[in-house]
């Protein structure tokens, strides 16, 4: 008769499982994290945006949807902005050791966009002259600020203006204003009371058009921007940038109201001028004048 064998577990070298593979315990313990990541991903987010949210913020810099839009807008546009790079990289440094500021952009154009993203959680606000204009560049970035001004000049009065500006007293330091001011015809006196009720850190003059007799000119945004620089009450100077000054006009006003002794750059068709309150100006600049 054949002998029954019987097997029976060798218990004499038994070791628990978990402790004979101790990588499994860890894989295990690894495998499930990222399922438990997964699942909460995907009730909020795809699994790779939400581990990239801690990424977006490093330098305490994330982008703002205006910059996202900035980035489609001008990656498909063959239209650019007028400045050059190295016109354009003058205000940006600026900006971005000012930022977040207050920006006012005289006149709307390709370059709008690119203007208020360079200036992330701050204010940026566009006057421009053509309502047309406003309309159309808002309808492709609504989310640009902007006021439709009128210019009570034109190109064709610079040399009367600037000759005779100084008998109104109206126009003259150290009681020179702006809002109301019907009297001088160089002050832009009609603005939103937005523009009069906040100081601005950075001007930027590239607009009214001043390349023939009947366009506006820019000599009232000169001598605007001049006017706002001087009542500054904020720490710091007001930085103007004023494009297009191989023309006679843009040269002979800046020198008039921003002077020369302000301007800090010259790149390209641009110059920029630091311009001190009237409060901080040393003594040697008379009260009575510009420069
Ligand atoms: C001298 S351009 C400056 C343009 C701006 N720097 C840019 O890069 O687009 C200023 C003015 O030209 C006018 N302008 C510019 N582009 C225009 C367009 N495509 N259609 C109508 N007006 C335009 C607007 O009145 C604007 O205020």
């Known amino acids: 008769m054949k002998k029954h064998q019987h097997f029976y577990p060798d218990t004499r070298n038994y070791r628990p499982f978990l402790a004979e593979k101790p ?54 546009t063959r239209v650019v902005p007028q400045q050059s790079h190295a016109e354009i990289s003058i205000s940006f440094n600026v900006l ?17 966009l690119m203007w208020t993203s360079l ?4 204010n940026t606000l566009f006057l421009e002259e053509d309502p047309k204009w406003v ?3 808002l ?24 000759s005779t500006y100084k008998q109104e007293q109206d126009c003259m330091p150290p009681n020179v204003r702006l809002k109301g001011n ?19 850190d950075i001007i930027m003059i590239d607009a009214p058009r001043g390349y023939f007799a009947e366009a506006p000119g820019r000599m009232g945004a000169i001598y605007t921007a001049a006017v706002m620089s001087r009542a500054r009450s904020r720490p710091g100077v007001t930085h103007v940038f004023l494009h297009d000054v191989d023309r006679k006009v843009e040269k002979t006003y800046a020198m008039e109201f921003l002077c020369k002794k302000y301007l800090v750059k010259a790149v390209g068709r641009l110059w920029h001028f630091e311009i001190p309150a009237v409060a901080n100006r040393s003594g040697d600049t008379p009260s009575s004048s510009f420069c």
């Open 96 to 112: 971005r050791s000012l930022g977040p500021c207050n920006f006012l952009v005289f006149g709307l154009g390709h370059d709008s």
């Open 23 to 76: 990588w499994f315990f860890v894989a295990l313990i690894v495998a499930t994290f990222i399922v438990a990541l997964l699942i909460a991903g995907s009730f909020k987010q795809p699994f790779l945006c939400s581990i990239t949210n801690a990424a977006r913020e490093v330098g305490g810099y994330s982008a703002t949807p205006t910059q996202l839009l900035a980035i489609l807008h001008y990656a498909t």
């Open 119 to 122: 200036n992330p959680h701050g």
């Open 139 to 162: 309808q492709r970035s609504p989310n640009l600020r902007a006021h439709v001004v009128k210019y009570p000049t034109r190109l064709s009065q610079a040399d009367k203006l600037l």
């Open 182 to 200: 019907r009297n001088c015809k160089l002050a832009l006196s009609e603005l939103p009371d937005e523009v009069y009720n906040k100081e601005w």
């Open 135 to 137: 309309h159309s560049v």
